[in-house]
């Protein structure tokens, strides 16, 4: 029952991590009542995985033996660029916040194309959603038992906490100033797509597109994936028990590429803007 | 520099010819039950270098994850229900899998030799 509670909350963590953190961007730019696009697109993404879930559990063939896993793919890498455009955009956004806070944001509303958080509301619940959904059905199918019942309870008790943790990212980022929340939330984005990268990577690798390779190094005994920590950690930063060579690779060269033209700029603000300030330059 | 491009072609060539014999050839299909969260065999060997398909049947009612880190597939398979996946060719080496929602006891692994 611990188990269902665990994999129910594993499942759901980075779906709830992605709302919690483009609820909170919409709350701080002042956009509460663009919350809609975010509610709609994490309800499409729950009616997609519900539609594979069944899919799945009902047809088989060729199409489902292999769909789901073309799907996947396709889905991690949308994610990934969804993630990485709203990164950059939020910290070019995040350079001249402070003191003109009212403008900035109207230009930030107006510039910014709204439904794409919606989009990435989308893609973070479907991308596990379909296996949650089975899963569940199946302990349902198997629920004949109070113990039975219980593990459904368990399940649906997972989901629900990994909600409470979007909540709680919500709440907590409102507490941050609008450019720390922009800085800190761009710095998650970015090994949260670093890691999804690397995922797809791996994707690809199993579906034959890349060659298979031995894994580089094998930490199961010390951090399996598996457990809370692991698979937090895995959400978060993209950490691996047993990445391939190729999926290290990704990883890296995403955060250096990535990281360097987006947070490059960071950099080099306060510079350019103590020279605003000095009167300097414009 | 014609030397290195002429090497660098020959197994390029070579691969591109071969390549549609390798998907025209079946892949070789190899039966895996699971039942009360147990895998049958929990030890497959195969043929390093041949890619192959796995026929997972899950003849539990509850939902089983096909998943292996080695080998990067993870596969859900509803109660009741057979999947095929599709493994590349391996090269030699252990490749262990699990079933992620019994991990206790729904364990294996793929022996390419």
New interface residues.
């Given amino acids: 029952m611990g ?1 269902t509670f665990l ?1 129910t909350l594993r499942e759901a963590f980075e779906a709830a991590l992605l709302l919690g953190v483009v609820y909170t961007y919409l709350d701080k730019i002042g956009a509460r009542r663009h919350f809609g696009w975010v509610t709609l697109g994490g309800a499409l993404g729950l009616a997609a995985s519900i539609v594979m879930g069944v899919a ?2 009902y047809f ?1 063939g ?1 199409l ?3 769909g ?2 073309v799907i996947a793919a396709a889905v991690i890498f949308l994610a990934v660029i969804l993630l990485t455009w709203h990164a950059w955009w939020m910290q070019r956004h995040a350079r001249g916040i402070r003191g003109e806070v009212e403008r900035r944001i109207d230009q930030a509303r107006s510039t910014q194309r709204l439904w794409m958080v919606g989009l990435i509301a989308f893609t973070g619940v479907f991308r596990e959603g ?2 949650t959904v ?2 569940l ?3 349902m ?2 629920a004949t038992s109070a113990a039975g019942w219980g593990s459904v309870a368990a399940g649906v008790a997972g989901v629900a906490s990994a909600g409470l943790l979007g909540w709680i990212i919500f709440c907590g980022g409102r507490r941050l100033s609008l450019g720390r929340f922009f800085t800190v939330t761009t710095v998650l984005l970015i090994f949260l797509a670093a890691g999804l990268f690397s995922t797809g990577i ?2 690809l ?4 597109v890349l ?2 390779m ?2 580089l190094w094998d930490t ?1 005994w010390l951090l399996s ?2 457990s809370v920590v692991g698979s937090f950690l895995a959400g978060l930063l993209g950490y ?3 990445p ?1 060579p190729l ?1 290290a690779a990704a990883h890296v060269a995403y955060l250096l590429v990535v990281g360097f033209v987006i947070l490059g700029g960071a950099w080099r603000r306060p510079h350019s803007a103590s020279a605003v300030r000095a009167g300097v330059s414009r | 520099m014609k030397g290195l491009a002429a090497t660098l072609a020959v197994p390029l060539f070579a691969g591109l010819a071969l390549a549609p014999v390798g998907v025209q050839a079946a892949d070789q299909e190899i039966p895996l039950t699971l039942e009360k969260n147990r895998f049958d065999p929990a030890e497959i060997k195969v043929k390093a270098g041949a890619p192959f398909v796995l026929v997972i049947t899950n003849k539990d009612k509850s939902a089983e994850e096909f998943e292996s880190k080695d080998l990067k597939i993870e596969k859900v398979i509803a109660g009741g229900k057979t999947v095929k996946v599709k493994v590349p060719a391996l090269k030699a080496g252990t490749y262990k899998f699990v079933g992620e929602y019994h991990e206790a006891t729904a364990q294996g692994r793929i022996i390419a030799e």
């Avoid at chain 1, 690798?205 to 034959?208: E, F, K, Y």
């Fill in positions: 188990g994999i799945v559990a088989s060729p489902v033996d292999l789901p896993d379909a296996e089975i899963f059905w199946g302990l199918a198997e791996g994707r690798q199993s579906l034959g060659p298979m031995t894994p199961s994936d598996s691996r028990e047993r391939s999926e």
